[in-house]
């Protein structure tokens, strides 16, 4: 990283002088740290950059990565790979980090506790710049505090720690209020003129699937509407789940209205298993999600939904992970909104 003119190499230290910034802003602009509204100056940025060039200065990724011992990767950790909407959050983080830079490791812990935290005990070997967990919180404390040792021990070792979902764990989040969402989303309905209402969400332990179904509930309970316990069913989160909680409702399903679906998979399983009953979607029954999928437009009939802006959070998490923003302007918590979407309508009720 020479100037060109045979004199000493051009460091960093001269691009922050002349761009008039500290040397660690400089360091955060040219290694994809600093970018449009987390820095809060674009014109930051500019100066930076303008200054690297005139003084023909470029970052070495090798030398980076030889300087501060870690690859410039990020460690991605999602529950399913095969799930739509962890596809989609894959997809987000993948092209944020691509903008800065960074690639990224996709690890999947296919709902598995231990091996949740037999991945990270092998990323402490693979000295990753941040570890960005995708991956279902629960209620289980004892489970969370091993999780919380694990984590501690990857910051230790320098890498930043990100989820994605709500937590009572003490690192930058990423969330969407999912509790609100669901609450509006069940008031639509019944503003829609539905009555009777079957839930199927996952399991009772994971944070996001308790948070979804009580504020269904709580949204049905302000229209006055109640839900029998037995027509609340619990599955695995995914498109199986949906197909085997409707096969659990038995012959009820005729009964309902709507069968409220807590994911976008969950309510491909539940579309796949009342065809099979010979039960027509939307005319004989009302099957809703939640996450709003894009591509299943286009294979599904229209259903109401939650929009969660998925790809969002991969820039979400990036900038939490990068540390990007300036001083008291750097956030610890990012919260995403989330659009009600009753029968292709945003509900604004």
Avoid at 82 to 94: E, K, P, Q, R, W
Avoid at 253 to 261: N, R
Avoid at 308 to 336: Q, Y
Wanted: proline share 4%; aromatic share 4%.
């Amino acid at each position: 990283m020479a100037d060109g003119s045979g004199s000493k190499p051009v460091t960093l230290t001269d691009v922050a002088r002349l761009a008039r910034v500290s040397v660690p802003t400089a360091s955060r602009v040219l290694n994809g740290g600093v970018r449009g509204k987390a820095s809060g100056s674009p014109e930051l940025r500019r100066r930076v950059e303008d200054a690297a060039r005139a003084l023909g200065y470029s970052v070495s990724t090798a030398a980076q990565a030889i300087k501060d011992g870690r690859a410039r990767t990020i460690a991605l950790i999602v529950s399913d790979i095969d799930d739509f909407g962890s596809a989609t959050v894959i997809a987000g983080v993948m092209h944020a980090a691509e903008e800065r830079g960074l690639s990224v490791a996709v690890r999947t812990t296919r709902d598995d506790a231990r091996r949740e935290l037999d991945l990270l005990t092998k990323l402490r070997g693979e000295r990753h710049r941040a570890i960005v967990l995708a991956t279902s919180r629960t209620t289980d404390a004892e489970r969370e505090a091993v999780l919380d040792e694990h984590l501690r021990l990857l910051q230790a070792q320098g890498a930043s720690v990100v989820l994605i979902g709500d937590s009572d764990l003490p690192y930058p989040a990423v969330t969407v209020d999912n509790r609100g969402a669901a609450a509006r989303l069940a008031v639509g309905l019944v503003d829609a003129g539905h009555r009777s209402f079957a839930v199927i969400s996952g399991p009772t332990d994971q944070v996001t699937s308790r948070d979804r179904v009580e504020g269904f509930l709580e949204g049905l309970a302000e229209r006055g509407i109640t839900v029998p316990d037995d027509d609340v069913i619990h599955a695995p989160f995914s498109r199986d789940g949906g197909y085997e909680a409707v096969q659990r409702l038995g012959d009820r399903v005729g009964g309902f209205d709507v069968i409220a679906a807590m994911s976008d998979a969950m309510a491909v399983g539940a579309i796949a298993s009342l065809r099979d009953r010979g039960i027509e979607v939307p005319n004989g029954i009302e099957v809703t999600g939640f996450d709003h999928v894009p591509m299943l437009g286009d294979v599904l009939p229209r259903f109401s939904t939650v929009e969660i802006p998925l790809e969002a959070f991969g820039e979400a998490a990036l900038s939490l992970a990068l540390d990007e923003g300036e001083g008291d302007e750097r956030p610890t918590r990012i919260a995403l909104p989330a659009e009600t979407i009753v029968k292709g309508s945003v509900y604004t009720g």
